[in-house]
């Protein structure tokens, strides 16, 4: 397994993104055990997660608690993976997804993530989503204070604009070390947002890399030059997807979401997929 860089730590330069086995249409918790095991396996030590994974308004943090549980079962050593979670977002359990960007919401949520992962600080701590009812400068001093206060080792935001990105980092005081947003062949709107993570040396973690639970298995059909590329290689169209994610930039990790061991197994295998300056020309 390659690595790359989150601040000043390694971690596999594919990740792990742990939605689809909390949401709606998710597995149940042996195979998600098994996939989150297979990713270990395959040497992914990148896991990404969020208190707002979970359906049901009872359950707040139901895949941290699944990631927890899998870590705490596992037969091999996992004191070098790296758990990413985020605060912000919320389920209210009809099916919706809401916003609490507040700094009293954030570090009562820090806290609750805590608990439920079972650590004495978070390895990375992500902003989700800006909230419009909340300056944003104020939702940023909020994880300042946790990383300040030792809360967090890290400090990340999610669905991130070029201004937010700069006023994050000039709020942190150069301390942010991770942008994540969606970024897939369907959706790249965030060029402008790779670009400069990529010069500030930013990671930045694309969300549905593969273009979303709904269509991830189905890209190929979607993206036909995906499709014949993988053809030539003999490989499938998501692992080339994910090596052109790779390709895109040197602080690209993307984080594919699995809720199958055989998937995140095949995506793992990106990192030996070598695309050549033609393979790129065409995808992209």
């Not at 300056?135 to 669905?159: F, Q």
Request: charged letters at 20%; aromatic letters at 4%.
């Amino acid at each position: 397994m390659q690595t790359r860089r989150i601040g000043d730590v390694q971690v596999s330069a594919i990740g792990l993104g742990g939605m689809p086995m909390s949401i709606e249409g998710r597995p149940d918790e042996d195979r998600s055990i098994r996939t989150i095991h297979a990713a270990l396996d395959a040497g992914i030590t990148l896991i990404d997660t969020a208190d707002a994974y979970h359906i049901g308004a009872d359950e707040v943090g139901h895949n941290e608690s699944l990631i927890a549980r899998a870590l705490s079962s596992y037969g091999g050593d996992t004191s070098g993976v790296l758990v990413a979670t985020k605060g912000g977002h919320l389920r209210p359990g009809d099916g919706s997804w809401t916003l609490d960007s507040s700094p009293d919401y954030l570090k009562q949520a820090c806290e609750a993530s805590l608990k439920r992962l079972g650590v004495e600080a978070i390895d990375l701590y992500q902003h989700h989503r800006p909230d419009p009812r909340v300056p944003y400068a104020d939702s940023i001093g909020a994880v300042r204070d946790l990383l300040d206060a030792g809360k967090v080792r890290m400090v990340g935001i999610s669905n991130a604009n070029p201004d937010q990105i700069r006023q994050a980092q000039e709020i942190l005081g150069g301390r942010l070390v991770a942008v994540q947003n969606q970024f897939s062949p369907a959706f790249r709107s965030s060029e402008p947002e790779l670009e400069l993570c990529t010069e500030l040396g930013i990671a930045f973690l694309p969300w549905s890399p593969l273009g979303g639970i709904s269509r991830a298995a189905e890209l190929g059909g979607h993206a036909a030059a995906f499709a014949a590329v993988a053809e030539r290689y003999g490989v499938s169209p998501q692992r080339v997807c994910l090596a052109w994610h790779l390709a895109k930039s040197p602080v690209s990790i993307p984080i594919p979401g699995a809720s199958r061991p055989e998937t995140i197994q095949d995506s793992a295998r990106a990192v030996s997929l070598q695309l050549t300056a033609d393979d790129l020309a065409e995808l992209n």
